[in-house]
């Protein structure tokens, strides 16, 4: 299904390494990895330490999963066969990006807060984290972290941790096994078996960006793709729907000009998720997802948006990684 490029999608940026290959099936020969060459990454800035005191934080700290991420909820299902699809991906460079994130109930006024995601990699490890919470006149009140780590391998980003925190829960965690194919999760004792591809909550938006990034026509109109997500205490294939081209009002856009963005959606699913999740890339950008809308069946909508992006400084990912994930 060759799909055509917008006129108006701008080219990712200079110096992309070569793309990669994913989601060949179990059933044929596993291509080779390909030789990835790009700059290291760059250093992850530290988030202060908040002190709370706001009425609007456990409503706010309740939902800030959907905030983050924007996953919806799902219900315990076997997850099923990916199609005989193959996608080149190109990782993006490490960025910082800035976020505000709002939510609006049904009758309510919105509670707005602001987050944090980070993206770092150096073409064979990648780590994600992502924090919301709220503004406290010279510190931000953390409620709610993801982290996901991993490498990067013929089907794209290949996650081995990620570790959720929420205000005054424990950490829960939920490991791939990439040797014997399975998903564990410490919130429960279920063992689900990893489709090729998998990703969990985090790396999935990094994922449809590389896809992206590599080529414009695998985003392009009508396109669907389906991606095993583990979240929570499930893992579940993610059916994304391609809309097409839309304007959207962005920071990132400058005061008069609107963002041009492709617009990617995942409707609800009876028996899997009862939310729509919508994303917005921007291919100008380097199909960073620049906004994201979580809307869920009571008609709750959480919005976030990029209102900044930064590059990051060199760090020392491969070597950080290569530990962390060595000890799990």
Known sequence: MALKKPNSVAAPSDKQPEPIKKNRPPSHPKPSRPAIATPPPKEVASVPEPTPQNKEINELSNTTESAATSVADTSAMEPEGLPDAEFGLRLPDSIEMQLEVSQTKLGANPINGVGHLSWETDQQNYRISIEVGLNLLFTT?????????????????????????????????????????????SSSNQVLHMEDGAQDMASVLLQLSSIGNANATQLGVGKEIIIQVAEGRDATPFIFQVIGEEEIDSPLSGKTEKLITVHVSRPPRPGSYNSALDIWLAPSHAWYPVQIRNTESNGTVTLQRVTRLSSKLNSTLGSKLSSTLGSN
């Open 141 to 185: 009140f953390k409620l709610y972290s993801l982290t996901s780590e991993g490498s990067i391998n013929d089907f794209g980003l290949a996650p081995r941790l990620t570790s959720e925190t929420r205000r005054g829960r424990a950490e829960t965690a939920i490991h791939f096994n990439h040797s014997d194919k399975t998903i564990l999760f």
